[in-house]
């Protein structure tokens, strides 16, 4: 896969542009060579597929393994009207032949990923949810959230770009992964701020009210130095969903796949198996 830049990404198998639906496309890679359970792999807002370079290698030697750009983001295209990230993971799995797979998804990529489960529960088999957030959710009005708000508005990719990094990769780029991460918001900064007001608002779509409902296996990870906000919604993600449980990653922040991959990694097989 390749950044927007045209930076060649890490690869440990082949890349195809999935159709989206309404028109553009989503970069996608498999790896694996189709062997074992299949696994998809979803990222946060203002990233892209590149976050999981150093959890694909090893998760693909058990697992089938399925990583995309999502709408707006890395490889895939800008979206010219309103998307439902929701209809274009199902358009990825569709596209694989997938009729049923674990998810693992970061962030929003968590979000997508219950809001998912929950639309089409025959197709996922279990669920990873890492540093997740979920739709519903009333997140508190602070300072760093009208500071994004502003940034969005005046179409300030460098502000954007800097507040993401102070807020949500607070380990700063001594820690591993920095640079590459650092990279992945430079690279993404102003696709974010095109892309998303076009990402589609579904009022009904509440996910926080019906985590009763999801009823297979699910773990709830989240580093120990993520945004407060992030642990209470994973503790209430442990709480709501009859069979979760939870894991807290020390020396981690939101940016957890490429600050403590190994331990992930670990984590996912003996969840998965």
């Known amino acids: 896969m390749r950044s927007p830049t045209g930076r060649p990404m890490p690869l440990d198998g082949f890349v195809v542009d999935v159709p989206a639906p309404g028109g ?3 970069r996608a890679e498999r790896s694996g060579g189709g062997s074992g359970s299949p696994v998809v792999l979803l990222h946060g807002a203002g990233m ?10 090893e998760l693909a030697r058990h697992h089938d393994v399925v990583r995309y750009d999502a709408r707006g983001l890395g490889g895939s295209s800008l979206p010219d009207r309103p998307f439902d990230d929701v209809a274009d993971l199902t358009a990825v799995l569709d596209h694989f032949g997938l009729d049923r797979a674990a998810l693992v998804g970061l962030s929003m990529g968590g979000e997508t990923a219950l809001d998912f489960t929950l639309a089409h529960p025959g197709r996922v088999g279990a669920l990873a949810l890492v540093g997740a957030s979920v739709s519903g959710h009333d997140w508190p009005q602070d300072p760093q959230s ?31 992964g920095g640079e590459l991460i650092e990279a992945i918001v430079a690279d993404n900064a102003e ?28 773990l709830v990870v989240h580093g120990d130095q993520d945004h407060p906000e992030i642990a209470a919604i994973a503790e209430r993600l442990v709480a709501d969903i009859p069979d979760a449980h939870g894991v807290v990653v020390p020396e981690a922040d939101h940016y957890l796949p490429l600050r403590t991959p190994e331990r992930l990694v670990a984590l996912l097989l003996a969840h998965l198996a």
């Open 24 to 26: 553009g496309l989503l």
């Open 48 to 57: 892209d597929a590149r976050l999981w370079d150093a959890v694909v290698p």
């Open 146 to 176: 009208s500071a994004y708000a502003t940034a969005r508005r005046q179409r300030d990719a460098a502000t954007l770009a800097a507040l993401e990094l102070s807020v949500w990769a607070s380990l700063g780029r001594t820690a591993p």
């Open 191 to 218: 696709r974010r701020i095109a892309g998303e007001p076009l990402l589609a608002h579904f009022p009904d779509r509440d996910a926080e009210s019906r985590l009763r409902e999801i009823t297979v296996p699910v």
